[in-house]
């Protein structure tokens, strides 16, 4: 496929973000922290992860349906409504107790935690471990990470690849409330600990989580989307942020969002922040309807990429009654708080003056205008994404799927699958059906989606693809944040 | 409105209770936020500055709502430095967070170089009938630490103004307490209104004694230099 265009849409120098393949696994990147607070700046290496979810050996396809066993906690098998969910998500203990399920009380089917905890240990035992079983439209998806065990029960479309990404999500909220350390020390001392005691409350962001990362295409691209703003108000965001931090030690992070946007991120010099930590940043604060309410928070925050092993203390707020941004300053400093208030507001009277909570707010309300308005009339929808800043963009959602939107998100999915699919990886991938066509395209510096009328012809697919690519570099400025500022 | 303010005072409260007391409705109804549905736990401690006008003194309080949940527990301390009051909050209809109550006291008392007034709240008088805390024990045990004692429901906003105009009075009867000992004691990030003079003096701490042998409070002072005189 030819296209004119000479560097890649969205691409950039050096990205805020650490740029990622997208199914990788947890694992630690670093212990910044230490680092952070003995000001000893050694830039950290980032080993390879090792991608333990390539090797698909270990899914066992089975044509057999579960049977239930006779135990007075088996009264969910008969719950209509519960059996009816397209994806249960299971929380254990390696000990087998339950720490969390997504629907219902993880109390009353306890017995069910034990069959998972022993698939398990018997797989594992082997010096083997269980990845998957496949039942009919069902798939039974697990994930051991010490000390916990995850498992997915999913009849959706999703592969396995997907629903171990989401597990690992889910582990990383774990991971992020309490610090790791935290998490493996409290079995070391006691196997049979219930973890919920220290839980409570989570099992909000975990569920906000798992919608999340079920409709957002944010969680299978392992990328950011940014709130369009000329690229000259973004500037001014990131240094008004910069100037009112300068004389505060040990900040990390200047995180500020709105609605699941970003709008600038700026770091501490050779820090980098992970798309999966900040993803949970975008998480916390999208649960969090007490952050509404209340001038400012404190909350201790552990960014399992960044740093398992401790936190960060964050300084949440947003900006003004008049624009719902929410700022985050991230520190190590424990008492930090209220220097970081005063630079707050320092922040808020710098964007005032330079008018940029109001282009803030033009653009949060501005109706972005639908493909065909903008001149592609047989493109429905599409997310680009610019791998070296592990950003994407795509358009509102709009006709014919301003209605069932999770039909545009399967689409998405499969054809992320396909480029990734670890045996057999597509580059370039053109689907037909009766109802929409799909293009999918692979290169180095990008991922694109474009999903286009089913009547289509190939060869005017591949034009308007082209014809895209430019639209997209003409506004590269706006749709995403090219400059990596720091602190 | 604020010609009239001869004096400011900022002080430093602290809220601590068991998950689910009701500590951010009591502020929230205090503050006359609407509560609309449920409201949400508090994650890490939220901020909430509140300004309390008591004669012609200005009492500017820094209240500090901090979470209940137990993963939170370990954050506690990063508050206790400076903190001029503690509203410890219980559910009256659940003992054990009144048990919970002393086991604050006790860390409290371990953990602060500086004494602070101490307030004991009894939350959700309205739930009169599930109730499991008599008024006899609690206001016995606060007098036995020598704490003030209060009973409110924010849900019906009953007593709920009560509790903290009277924070904002110990406030100022410690700081002309500390008068006498002509010694103040500005906290750091203070924020006051730029158009009245403060004069940090000395940033010495005064422990003065109260009525009770336990209940003593270091206290902050500003200046009462006002331009507007
Ligand atoms: N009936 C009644 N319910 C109340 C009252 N105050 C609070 N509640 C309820 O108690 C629950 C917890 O209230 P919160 O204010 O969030 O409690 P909290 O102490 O701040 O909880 P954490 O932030 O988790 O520590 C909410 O569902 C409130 O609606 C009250 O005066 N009467
Ligand atoms: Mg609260």
């Excluded at chain 1, 108000?233 to 200047?254: E, H, L, M, Y």
Aim: proline share 3%.
């Amino acid at each position: 496929m030819a296209t004119n265009i000479e560097i890649e849409p969205g691409a950039a120098l050096e990205s805020a973000l650490v740029t990622t393949e997208s199914y990788e696994n947890f694992q630690e990147m670093s212990s910044s922290l230490e680092e952070i607070k003995n000001s000893n700046f050694i830039p950290s290496t980032t080993d390879e992860y090792l991608d333990n979810c390539n090797n698909l050996d270990n899914d066992i396809h089975l044509n057999c349906s579960i049977t239930s066993t006779n135990s007075k906690d088996e009264e969910y098998l008969q719950d209509e409504e519960w059996l009816s969910k397209s994806k249960h998500v299971f929380v254990l203990s390696s000990a087998g107790k339950p720490i969390y399920s997504r629907y219902g009380n993880e109390d009353r089917f306890a017995s069910y935690f034990g069959i998972m905890q022993a698939l398990v240990s018997f797989v594992q035992a082997d010096d083997d471990s269980i990845r998957s079983i496949h039942a009919g439209d069902t798939k039974f998806v697990f994930l051991f990470k010490e000390p916990l065990i995850l498992v997915a029960v999913s009849k959706t479309e999703e592969c396995t690849l997907q629903l171990t990404a989401q597990l690992n999500y889910v582990f990383n909220q774990i991971a992020s409330t309490l610090t790791l350390s935290r998490l493996v020390k409290i079995y070391e001392q006691r196997r049979n600990y219930d973890l919920r005691r220290l839980l409570t409350g989570v099992d909000r962001f975990i569920d906000n989580l798992l919608d999340f990362s079920e409709n957002e295409p944010a969680f299978t691209l392992s990328a950011v989307q940014c709130l369009p703003l000329t690229s000259s108000i973004r500037d001014a965001i990131s240094a008004a942020i910069i100037q009112s931090c300068s004389k505060i030690k040990n900040v990390v992070f200047g995180i500020l969002l709105a609605k699941n946007q970003l709008i600038t991120l700026v770091r501490m010099k050779k820090y980098y922040i992970h798309p999966h930590d900040l993803h949970l940043i975008f998480n916390l604060v999208q649960a969090s309807e007490s952050f509404k309410t209340v001038e400012s928070c404190w909350a201790p925050i552990c960014l399992p990429r960044f740093d398992s092993s401790g936190f960060l203390y964050g300084h949440v707020s947003y900006l003004a009654e008049d624009c719902q941004a929410c700022l985050i300053l991230l520190t190590v400093e424990g008492d930090a708080f209220s220097s970081l208030s005063e630079a707050k507001q320092r922040i808020v009277e710098r964007l005032r003056r330079g008018s940029c909570l109001e282009a803030i707010n033009e653009s949060l309300a501005s109706r972005e205008e639908s493909c065909m308005e903008v001149g592609f009339p047989e493109l429905r929808h599409y997310i680009y994404k610019s791998k070296s800043t592990a950003q994407f963009y795509q358009p509102h959602i709009s006709a014919p799927y301003s209605i069932n939107s999770r039909r545009l998100v399967n689409i998405y999915k499969q054809a992320h699958y396909k480029l990734h699919c670890p045996t057999r990886p597509l580059k370039l991938l053109f689907e037909r059906t009766p109802q929409d066509a799909i293009l999918a395209w692979d290169t180095r510096g990008f991922e694109l989606y474009a999903v286009l009328e089913p009547l289509i012809e190939t060869s005017s697919a591949i034009s308007t693809v082209g014809r895209l690519l430019n639209w997209i570099k003409k506004r590269e400025d706006k749709l995403f944040h090219l400059n990596a500022p720091t602190f | 409105m604020l010609t009239d303010v001869k004096k400011i005072i900022v002080a430093k409260a602290l809220i601590l209770g068991d998950q689910g007391v009701g500590k951010t409705s009591l502020v929230l109804r205090y503050l006359e936020h609407e509560i609309n549905g449920t409201v949400a736990p508090t994650v890490g401690a939220s901020f909430f500055p509140c300004s309390i006008s008591i004669g012609d003194t200005l009492v500017k309080l820094q209240i500090w709502d901090t979470a209940g949940q137990e993963r939170f527990k370990s954050m506690a301390p990063l508050f206790y430095r400076n903190s001029n009051a503690a509203l410890l909050v219980f559910d009256l209809t659940r003992y054990e967070s009144f048990l919970n109550v002393k086991e604050w006291i006790v860390e409290l008392n371990r953990n602060i170089d500086e004494p602070i007034v101490a307030f004991i709240v009894g939350s959700k008088t309205d739930l009169f009938k599930e109730r499991q805390v008599s008024k006899d024990e609690a206001v016995k045990y606060s007098n036995h630490i020598g704490a003030k004692y209060y009973e409110c429901s924010a849900l019906y906003n009953q007593r709920v103004e009560e509790v903290f105009h009277n924070v904002a009075l110990e406030m100022i009867k410690l700081q002309g307490d500390l008068t006498l000992t002509k010694t103040m004691n500005v906290c750091d990030g203070v924020s006051v209104n730029n158009s009245i003079e403060v004069n940090t003096i000395d940033y010495g701490t005064v422990i003065i004694t109260g009525s009770s042998k336990e209940n003593i409070a270091h206290g902050i002072k500003v200046n009462n230099a006002c331009c507007f005189n």
